[in-house]
């Protein structure tokens, strides 16, 4: 039972242009919501984070997007730069809990 | 020390043979956990210690596989009698204690267990 799902194992984008990575949730009672990236050989690293509460948060060259009406979460990344390549793997938490629940990760490629 | 650190980065090891993965978190950071990378997966849970309390275990896939986490700092994963199917990343995170917002958990870079 596939809580947070992922449906694209792979993106390949052209350097400088937008990246949009989607991921999607069955749970309502998720209240925060966290895009890690991770490099090969690599432990998982934090890029950005959004609470329930909001449906955009922004930092740089990234921004997250929250639909909490279609259980969808979106990661942009623009402009999308070589240093983008890598595994960015969605990650949710449930109110109270813990733990994070992540989903099978998209592998973005950033062609020159 | 600066991040989480992770022993061994590699580890080859014969089917049926016990193997020990040693995490060592933050510090003071007082939640730990044990997450997995199969090939082509995503992140499993595995464990959660925070302080004292009784760890969260919901996501060990069977009763070869246990953890522990002595004097609330270090902790080591065991695997008794890895089968071809255990071999993964293991990777292990620690946090703050309260996950509020901005609070994230930070991953070390994972112990490589092959099962041959």
């Known amino acids: 039972d596939q809580q947070v799902k992922q449906n694209s194992p792979s993106l390949s984008v052209q350097e400088g242009r937008i990246s949009i990575l989607n991921c999607d949730y069955t749970n309502s009672m998720f209240d925060y919501f966290l895009w890690y990236k991770k490099y090969p050989a690599e432990g998982p690293t934090f890029l950005i984070s959004?609470?329930?509460?909001?449906d955009k948060n922004e930092d740089g060259r990234f921004t997250v997007f929250l639909n909490k009406s279609a259980k969808h979460l979106s990661l942009h990344i623009v402009p999308s730069q070589p240093g983008d390549s890598a595994v960015y793997f969605c990650?949710?938490?449930?109110?109270?809990?813990?733990?994070?629940?992540f989903g099978q990760g998209t592998r973005l490629t950033i062609n020159p | 020390g600066a991040g989480v650190s992770q022993s061994p980065s590699n580890k080859v090891t014969e089917k049926g043979k016990d193997v020990e993965l040693r995490c060592d978190p933050i510090?003071?950071?007082?939640?730990l956990y044990w997450y997995r990378q199969s090939l082509g997966q995503g992140l499993e849970f595995l464990i959660y210690?925070?302080?004292?309390?009784?760890?969260?275990k919901s996501g060990l896939p069977s009763d070869r596989f246990s953890a522990e986490r002595t004097g609330g700092s270090v902790s080591t994963l065991t695997i008794q009698r890895t089968q071809q199917e255990d071999s993964a990343v293991y990777l292990c995170?620690?946090?703050?204690?309260?996950?509020?917002?901005?609070?994230?958990?930070?991953f070390g870079e994972g112990s490589w267990l092959t099962v041959v």
């Open positions: 990650a949710v938490r449930k109110q109270g809990a813990q733990k994070l629940v």
């Open positions: 510090s003071g950071h007082t939640a």
């Open positions: 959004i609470s329930s509460i909001k």
């Open positions: 995170a620690s946090s703050l204690e309260q996950m509020i917002s901005g609070n994230t958990i930070y």
């Open positions: 210690f925070q302080g004292n309390s009784a760890p969260d």
